[in-house]
């Protein structure tokens, strides 16, 4: 089955830094990649629609500077939190549709700032 | 808005237990239903997808209904393992590629 990976599965960093979380399709082209944020005992939120070598599409309260989006490949996009808060501190989750029809999503990052 | 809702929010059953996970959405304008699985700290896995035109999908232990017109779906697993614990989310798909979770059941089968 189509399998998507994501790096790092968990990190910590200090208030102000940046983190990049990357997401990749490991046997298959995705054009489109999404991005989730899932809080404990919530339902996962779409942050937004990667799409490879345009823009990304981001969600209504989502800031586009806040969480930067780069699809640079079919098989990889990044999502960088810039000058991580600890409010920004969840379970990132990203997830690369096939086909058109089922979305297949990576194992998640666990990301804590401190 | 499509909302999408999970009840129970939780459910704990004996091993060997049929049971029936429920899923209710407010737009019944549907691509499709997927049904995933989620072990604590861990991604999706996606374990059933019913088509707008479909009434139902089967899986080994899992079928999934789908009746569009009263916006509802439901997971039933016939006889539960402890190897079923996890978390159980329902999402749908409107006319974009986008999913909408409902916020899922957390399902405990006690050996």
């Known amino acids: 089955g189509a399998v998507v990976s994501q790096h790092p599965s968990r990190v910590i960093c200090k208030s102000g830094t940046s983190v990049k979380i990357e997401c990749r399709s490991l046997?298959?082209?995705?054009?489109?990649m999404f991005w989730y944020r899932q809080f404990p005992k919530k339902s996962l939120m779409l942050m937004a629609t990667?799409?490879?070598?345009?823009?990304?599409?981001?969600e209504q309260g989502v800031e586009k500077d806040k969480f930067l989006i780069n699809h640079a490949s079919l098989t990889l996009s990044t999502l960088t939190v810039t000058s991580a808060h600890p409010e920004d501190s969840s379970f990132y989750i990203c997830?690369?549709?096939?086909?058109?029809?089922?979305?297949?999503f990576g194992p998640g990052t666990r990301l804590l700032v401190l | 808005k499509q909302e999408v809702t999970q009840i129970p929010a939780a459910l704990s059953v004996p091993e060997g237990e049929n049971l029936v996970l429920n899923c209710s959405f407010t737009?019944?304008?549907?691509?499709?239903l997927q049904w995933f699985r989620q072990d604590p700290g861990k991604g999706l896995t996606s374990l059933l997808l019913?088509?707008?035109?479909?009434r139902e999908q089967t899986s080994g232990r899992l079928n999934a209904s789908l009746d569009k017109s009263s916006g509802r779906s439901t997971l039933y697993i016939a006889a539960s393992q402890p190897g079923d614990s996890a978390t159980y989310l329902c999402?749908?798909?409107?006319?974009?590629?986008?999913?909408?979770f409902g916020k899922g059941t957390k399902l405990t089968v006690n050996p």
């Open positions: 999402a749908v798909r409107g006319g974009s590629e986008k999913l909408v």
């Open positions: 737009d019944s304008a549907i691509y499709n």
């Open positions: 019913i088509q707008s035109s479909q």
């Open positions: 990667s799409n490879e070598g345009s823009k990304a599409t981001y």
């Open positions: 046997d298959f082209q995705a054009t489109t």
């Open positions: 997830s690369a549709i096939l086909h058109k029809e089922t979305q297949y």
